[in-house]
């Protein structure tokens, strides 16, 4: 009996010391939730630090924003992440107040059994400062003038507004929109197309780009209560001397800022007529540069093509100046050695406005390359 009272206090004992090694995990750590931010206001795309104070096995973060909310982790949401210490870094794409979760987690290999820790706080993240936003790009979907459809979108080509635009500043940036009409091509005649002669409003559908895309970032443009890019229909009206009236689209972020793009179309300019020797030739567009233009003309033979002066019409001649080689060049007085072709460059500096507010902001130009045979 004595025996077997020992015995059972060395199975009882021996059971004990199983049970312990059982659940006595070494890798289990008791989950503790804790952590700061670098900052609990920030800008759109500005990075936001979280370094973790606490203690887990695993750890990962909700930040709040579309898909990665932590109230919505049983409908399919879920957290990022983070590095082997518990800190993570993220940055939000869109400006609003956004609750992020930290979780820490403790995982019993043995038991299978997971416990979790979280703790909560409560972001701001705003549009940065105006200055900083900018229009980056700015082309057509479709167009028309006076209701002629064009559908092909590269009838209207549109520049980046640095390359373009006159003067640039943060109160009012300018965009000059070049463009020309592929109905004027053809045989250039002493009469010329007589193009842009009667007034013609053109009406373009934009669509535009900013260097920080944000649904809290508002476009807003003149006489157009709402404005959606790549959707609102825009009409430039034309004014009396011809001169296509221009239009402000102004960015709005979420602190009321607002920065001012004035946008004209502008023609690009072209000989009307272009003639030597009592010949004209055809104006054909370059297929590579929308700017750039050839015409061909045949002369007699014999002809002494190294100083003749060739004579032309332009469609705003008041407006437009006629350069080779930086040298202002005029009608019927200006000789050229055409050996070799000859370069006309031409520079369209729009009419004043009503207000003669954009005087010499708008210019656009173009080369026209003279080729005699």
């Not at 952590?35 to 606490?54: I, M, P, Q, R």
């Not at 939000?92 to 979760?101: C, D, K, M, S, V």
């Not at 004579?311 to 060049?329: K, M, R, S």
Request: proline content about 4%; aromatic content about 12%.
């Amino acid at each position: 009996m004595k025996r077997t009272y020992y015995y059972a206090i060395f199975l009882l004992l021996c059971c004990m010391v199983v049970s312990n090694c059982a659940f006595d995990d070494p890798a289990f750590i008791e989950p503790e939730s804790s952590f700061s931010l670098n900052k609990s206001t920030l800008e759109v795309f500005e990075t936001l630090t979280l370094t973790n104070e606490g203690q887990g096995q695993f750890y990962s973060v909700f930040t709040g924003d579309a898909g990665h909310k932590f109230s919505r982790r049983d409908s399919g949401d879920v957290g990022f992440k983070t590095d082997v210490n518990g800190n993570f870094t993220y940055s939000y794409a869109e400006a609003g107040i956004y609750t992020l979760t930290f979780v820490a987690t403790g995982y019993r290999l043995e038991t299978g059994e997971r416990i979790e820790e979280i703790s909560e706080t409560t972001l701001t993240v705003t549009d940065p400062d105006i200055s900083s936003i900018e229009m980056t790009r700015f082309e057509v979907v479709n167009s028309a003038i006076n209701n002629n459809k064009f559908l092909d979108p590269i009838t209207f080509l549109f520049k980046d507004y640095r390359k373009t635009a006159d003067t640039i500043d943060h109160e009012n940036l300018k965009i000059g929109i070049s463009f020309y009409r592929p109905t004027r091509m053809g045989e250039i005649r002493g009469g010329g197309f007589n193009a842009f002669q009667t007034p013609a409003d053109i009406n373009i559908i934009p669509d535009i780009e900013l260097s920080i895309p944000s649904r809290t970032v508002q476009l807003e443009t003149d006489g157009t209560d709402e404005f959606v890019s790549g959707q609102t229909r825009i009409i430039h009206d034309t004014e009396d001397n011809l001169r296509f009236q221009e239009k402000s689209y102004t960015i709005v972020n979420q602190q009321g800022q607002r920065k001012s793009y004035t946008v004209c179309p502008m023609v690009i300019p072209e000989f009307s007529s272009f003639r030597v020797e009592g010949q004209s030739g055809l104006l054909n567009l370059s297929a590579g540069a929308y700017t750039e233009f050839f015409v061909q003309i045949d002369v007699p033979d014999g002809t002494d093509i190294s100083n003749l002066s060739p004579e032309w019409t332009l469609f705003d001649a008041e407006n437009i100046e006629v350069l080779v080689n930086g040298e202002v060049q005029a009608s019927g007085q200006s000789p050229q050695d055409f050996t070799n072709p000859v370069t006309y460059t031409l520079i369209y500096t729009q009419p004043k406005d009503a207000n003669d507010t954009y005087q010499g902001v708008f210019i656009s130009r173009s080369e026209v390359i003279v080729t005699l045979e």
